[in-house]
């Protein structure tokens, strides 16, 4: 379990992020949703360890993230930003060859070259292993990426908006891949979402943020509900169930 | 930063630099219009306010234009090459027109001065990357160039040290006879007044600006041709002064914002008092000997930027 | 294994140099002329490999391929270093003249520099790298205001020794130095060479390198002290190159499609040590040592460095 203890954060004079605290349960999917700006990249950011926060703990399985070494942090938790900025060519082998770097420092042994093998099937990349980023689609990119965090092997998967920029085939197929890296091989998963009709159809649990504080937290059915999103949005939400979906009609509200 | 504090705060400045030097002048000696001091006066201090006063204005609005037409506050003469390329100019008109008149080698200068901005400026155009404080390491590697090839000539002429005594900014030398050529930024101050508008709106894109019907590219030329102009003169009949125009487009942005048709009186106004006062402080702080402008302006400067990064990042 | 065949053909190729410079013409003289060829090649290597070094690393961590550690400053503060010390001194003082004295001051004053300077910065908080950049130049400006200024009043014949150390050159490398230097920048890239895969990952950006375990903060603050300590001893064993580093590390990421850095970094090494062995050649035999190396240098990664931006923007 990550338990988040009052976690806050500042840019500036402005709260970004106050006084935030939430658990996250094991071998669930848990979504971050809220209105623009509020807070949750920052949040992920902070449990991730990519951000300092001002005051605060992160706990991961009871252990305080700041006792934790940077490399044994990474064996335990993988986050993966929406923007991968690089100036290396690299093939899709090259790249999750990299998420074995916490356990190899680069010198890849028998067991890493097995990972990564079996993180490069999981995605369906095995015929294009050897192609360069750059000359991938941004789907294709992103599932690279997600090879990459699944060969590092870690319990606890954070992602930050890893739909963004894709159309719709490309983001129900990885959605479909988180839950089937919760469901097959037993991760836990946090993701920031800005659809809330993924977070509803595919979470376990949704953290709602507004103005940098936990607005509700709760079971997907317990927020899917259109008191909770009024309170969350400002909007008032009808929801349809569909084939078992929660669907939350927002076009024309 | 109000035109009432300015105006005054020049006047009273000007009077001072006037009578400021090595031999004293007094009010009184001036009625004597044959005495030595008058001559003194009329040779000497008083090329000297009208020189520093022109360069002062002159290098902060070519600051100013630049910024304005670039889109980004840390772009001057001083990071994008004008000056060196102004440098290799005068270079060559030293090497290859070793007789030439002050007007000929105003010309190579100047039409050095004008390809190295108009260079630089196509480099930035084809650079995806615009962060804001990118731009100007590019201006400066690009100056780094321009700079390397003049010490290639200059070192097989012998001429580097030479070259470095032309090139340090220094108003001790301005007589009557060798600073006219400033007077040419008078007529370019008209235009740059004229033409602010159009400069405000084409520092806001190609897009937004052919969207309300301007010719951007004219623009452009146009304004960088005068930066080019001011350069070359100032380069030629004072020196290099170095973060002049950097700073003060910046420091009068933070107060007035960036309209050009208000912000360029303060502008102007504001370089001639800071390059006034570097200049008096030269001449006091070591009296009776002088600190050269371009040290002064560069120790004082280099403060005054770091100040401002440290300060205001979030508003570069 | 086709980059280690690269490799070594590149060292064949440098050895082929070495070879040549140290024999070619050399008409017997073993005792005289091949002794001093050793030292002035032992010189070129050791410069070589620690600009390479330093400038490969500098740019991993600055995310930028058109930057080269000297832009800090360092090359401001290495003349402005000498400059003051012939000018309050004189150029007959132990401080110049002996060859050790000088190279340690030097030493001395630019790590010194480095280290505060990194200290102010990052004592504030994390700064953005471009922020630390542009401060190293203001600084860099600085000096050179202040440089220039003494240079103007130096005496002509006291200039000349000023104009030499304006120039890299490794006509007149003492010996003792070289064993010095050669102690130092070993230990120094013997301790840091494990960290090559961590500079593998601090390739892919800060976020994911953060989250493959690397230490980041640290490691950018460990790895551009090293790069400043490595470019200060090769400034002070031969004086300021600001654009070879640059040259040789963009040169091998085009030779080499690798990412990984201790082939990037070996590379960039052996074809630092070809150009500057080739290029002395060149000077000495070619142009009769009527310029120097580093001029020869500064023009062509000059343009190099154009090439490059162009380059850069016309693929993305």
């Known amino acids: 379990m990550i338990q988040v203890r009052e976690l806050t954060k500042f840019y500036g004079k402005k709260q970004v992020v106050g006084n935030v605290s939430v658990n996250i349960q094991r071998g669930q999917i848990t979504s971050f949703i809220g209105p623009n700006g509020a807070g949750k990249s920052t949040l992920l950011s902070m449990v991730s360890r990519l951000l300092d926060a001002d005051t605060g703990d992160v706990l991961i399985d009871q252990t305080n993230s700041k006792k934790m070494k940077s490399n044994d942090f990474s064996k335990r938790v993988s986050i993966l930003k929406q923007s991968n900025y690089m100036n290396v060519r690299l093939t899709i082998r090259e790249l999750v060859s990299f998420g074995r770097f916490p356990y190899s420092k680069g010198r890849l042994n028998d067991e890493d070259e097995k990972m990564v093998d079996q993180a490069i099937e999981y995605m369906n990349l095995k015929d294009m292993e050897d192609i360069y980023l750059d000359e991938l689609s941004g789907g294709q990119r992103q599932r690279a990426f997600i090879a990459m965090v699944i060969a590092q092997d870690t319990d606890y998967v954070l992602l930050d908006e890893p739909l963004n920029n894709l159309d719709m085939k490309h983001s129900v197929q990885i959605m479909k891949i988180l839950r089937r890296l919760v469901d097959e091989l037993g991760k836990t998963v946090v993701i920031v979402l800005h659809d809330i009709n993924f977070a509803s159809v595919y979470s376990d649990r949704i953290v709602a943020l507004k103005n940098g504080l936990v607005v509700k937290d709760g079971t997907t059915e317990e927020i899917i509900q259109s008191d ?21 009609v927002y076009f024309n509200s | 930063m109000k035109k009432r504090y300015l105006i005054p705060a020049l006047i009273i400045l000007s009077f001072v630099s006037l009578f400021v030097g090595v031999s004293s002048i007094s009010l009184m000696d001036l009625f004597d219009f044959q005495s030595e001091e008058t001559q003194i006066f009329l040779i000497s201090r008083l090329p000297r306010l009208v020189a520093i006063l022109l360069a002062g204005a002159g290098m902060s609005m070519a600051g100013l234009i630049m910024q304005q037409l670039s889109r980004n506050k840390f772009v001057s003469p001083t990071t994008a090459g004008t000056l060196d390329a102004t440098r290799l100019g005068i270079l060559v008109s030293m090497l290859l027109f070793a007789n030439a008149s002050m007007i000929e080698k105003m010309a190579v200068a100047f039409a050095f001065a004008l390809a190295g901005t108009f260079l630089f400026m196509q480099i930035l155009n084809r650079i995806k990357f615009k962060d804001a404080i990118f731009i100007p390491l590019v201006g400066l590697m690009f100056g780094n160039i321009l700079s390397s090839v003049t010490t290639f000539f200059a070192y097989r002429a012998d001429v580097i040290q030479n070259m470095s005594a032309w090139l340090q900014g220094d108003f001790s030398m301005i007589m009557k006879g060798s600073y006219e050529l400033l007077y040419i930024s008078v007529p370019v101050f008209i235009v740059a007044y004229i033409y602010a508008n159009r400069f405000t709106v084409a520092g806001m894109g190609e897009d937004f600006s052919k969207n309300l019907g301007l010719k951007y590219r004219s623009i452009v030329n146009i304004g960088l041709t005068l930066v080019a102009l001011i350069t070359a003169t100032v380069v030629l009949t004072v020196g290099v002064i170095p973060f002049l125009g950097l700073i003060i487009p910046n420091i009068i942005s933070i107060f007035k914002g960036d309209h050009l048709q208000k912000t360029l009186p303060h502008t102007a106004m504001l370089g001639a008092i800071f390059l006034l006062l570097c200049d008096i402080l030269g001449r006091v702080l070591i009296f009776p000997y002088e600190i050269s402008i371009s040290l002064m302006v560069g120790v004082i400067g280099s403060f005054i930027f770091l100040f401002l990064l440290f300060r205001g990042r979030a508003y570069a | 294994m086709r980059d280690l065949h690269k490799l070594l053909i590149l060292a064949g190729l440098a050895a082929l140099f070495c070879g040549v410079y140290l024999f070619h013409d050399l008409n017997g003289s073993f005792d005289y002329a091949l002794p001093r060829r050793g030292i002035k090649v032992f010189a070129m290597v050791l410069t070589g490999v620690a600009i390479a070094y330093a400038t490969v690393v500098f740019q991993t961590i600055t995310h930028n391929r058109i930057l080269t550690p000297s832009i800090m400053g360092l090359d401001s503060l290495y003349m402005l270093l000498q400059t003051v010390l012939i000018f309050f001194l004189g150029s007959s ?191 000495e035999r070619v142009f009769t040592f009527n310029t120097t190396l580093s001029v020869i240098i500064n023009f062509i990664g000059g343009i190099y460095f154009i090439y490059l931006l162009l380059k850069e923007s016309r693929s993305k």
């Open chain 1, 228 to 248: 909770s999103l009024k309170e969350i949005y400002d909007m008032d939400i009808p929801i349809q169930q569909m084939n078992n979906c929660r669907i939350c």
């Open chain 3, 93 to 283: 003082h132990i401080t110049i003249i002996n060859k050790q004295v000088n190279f340690i001051i030097s030493i001395a004053a630019m790590v010194i520099f480095a280290l505060l300077f990194y200290r102010l910065l990052f004592k504030k908080g994390n700064q953005p790298i471009y922020f630390l950049l542009l401060i190293g130049i203001i600084f860099g400006t600085f000096f050179e205001s202040v440089s220039t200024f003494l240079q103007v009043l130096i005496d002509p014949n006291e200039f000349q020794v000023v104009q030499d150390r304006m120039f890299a050159s490794f006509n007149n490398v003492s010996s003792d130095l070289v064993w010095t230097a050669l102690l130092v920048i070993g230990v120094l890239i013997a301790f840091a060479w494990k960290q090559n895969s961590s500079l593998d990952v601090l390739t892919l950006g800060r976020d994911t390198a953060v989250n493959l375990g690397v230490n980041y903060d640290a490691l950018v603050k460990q790895m551009l002290v090293l790069s400043a300590v490595l470019i200060a001893i090769a400034t002070a064993l031969v004086g300021p190159i600001t654009f070879f580093g640059l040259i040789v590390a963009n040169l091998s990421y085009q030779f080499f499609k690798s990412y990984k850095h201790s082939v990037l970094i070996t590379g960039a090494a052996v074809i630092s040590i070809v150009a500057l062995v080739g290029g002395q050649w060149v000077v």
